[in-house]
C-alpha cells in the first residue's frame, strides 16, 4: 500500500495529473499566528501540483526564508532575492530559481536582507501593491503561485494579500487556533475594502493534527462549522517525517511519499486543483 502510494505521489511516469486551472492561482498562505505550517503547507502543496502537471512559482516573503530552505534554494545574502523584486524593481524572472529535482517548480527566496523591507517599504511609493506589480509584470504564467507569508500583518503580508486572488489559511489543530483569526480576517476584509476587491479566504486548511487527542476533534469542528466547505476534507496529521523533511532540504513528498504527511498533503493538492476546475475561467 506504502509504495503504492509512494509511486502515485512521485509520479514518474507522468500519468497521475492534477487538472491545472484555466486561470493562474496566486494564492496566499497566511496566518499571523508562528508554527502553524504555513511554510510546510505552501512547500508540499507546491511540490505536489508541480509533480502532477502543474506549473507552480513559489514566492517566499518571510525574511526567516523557511521556504526557500525546505525546497534546497540557496538564499545565503548576496543571492538575488525577493528584496529586490519588492525595493528595487528587480523583475521576478532575474531572481526565480528553478527547484531542482522538481521540474516546473521555482521559487522567489527570501535573503535576510527581506528582513529590511518591511520598514523600508513604508516610504516606497505604491507599497502595498509592489509584490502585485512584481507578479504581473512577470512573462511566464504559472498555473499557481504561492505566497508564503511571515507570521504578521504587516506590509509584507499585505503585498501579499494585495497580489493574491485567493487567501489559504493553515489552522493548526489546538487550543488557541482560533483566537487571532478574527484579526487576520478583519485585514482581509480591509485590504478587499480597498486594494484588492475580488480577494478570497477560499481554502483552510487543518494541520498537525493529532488523532489521539479529543482537542483536535473539537477543534476541526469548531473551524468546519464556522468556515464550512472552505475547509478542506484532507486533513494534515501531526507526522514527523514532515518535520525531518526539511533538513534534507526536501518535502515530505520526496523525502518520504510513503508517509502518512506525504499522502495527506497530495490529498490537499488535489482538492485545491479539483476546486481550481471549478473556478472557471472568470476573474
Ligand atoms: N504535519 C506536521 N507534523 C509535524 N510537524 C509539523 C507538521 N507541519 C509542520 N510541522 C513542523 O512545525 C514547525 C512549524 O511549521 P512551519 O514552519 O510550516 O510553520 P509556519 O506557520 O510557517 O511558521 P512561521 O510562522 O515561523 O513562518 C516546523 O518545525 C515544521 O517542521
Ligand atoms: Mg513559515
New binding site residues.
Partial sequence: MEAMRAVQILNPSGEVTMPRPARPRIMCVA?Q?????????TVNLAVALALHGNRVLVVDL?P?G?ASTGLNVPHHAGIPDVYDCLIDNVPLADVAQAVEGIPNLWCVPATIDLAGAEIELVSVVARESRLARAIAAHPETFDYVFI?C??SLGLLTVNALVAAQEVLI?IQCEYYALEGLNQLINNINLVKQHLNPTLDVSTILL??YDRRTRLADAVEQDVRNHFGDKVLQAV?????R??EA?SYGQSVMTYDPGSR?ATSYFEAAQEIAERGVKLGGAA
Fill in positions: 496566518n499566528k508562528g508554527g502553524v505550517g504555513k511554510t510546510t503547507t518571510d526567516q523557511n508564503d511571515p507570521p493553515p494541520t498537525m494534515i496529521p501531526r507526522n514527523v514532515v518535520s526539511p504527511g
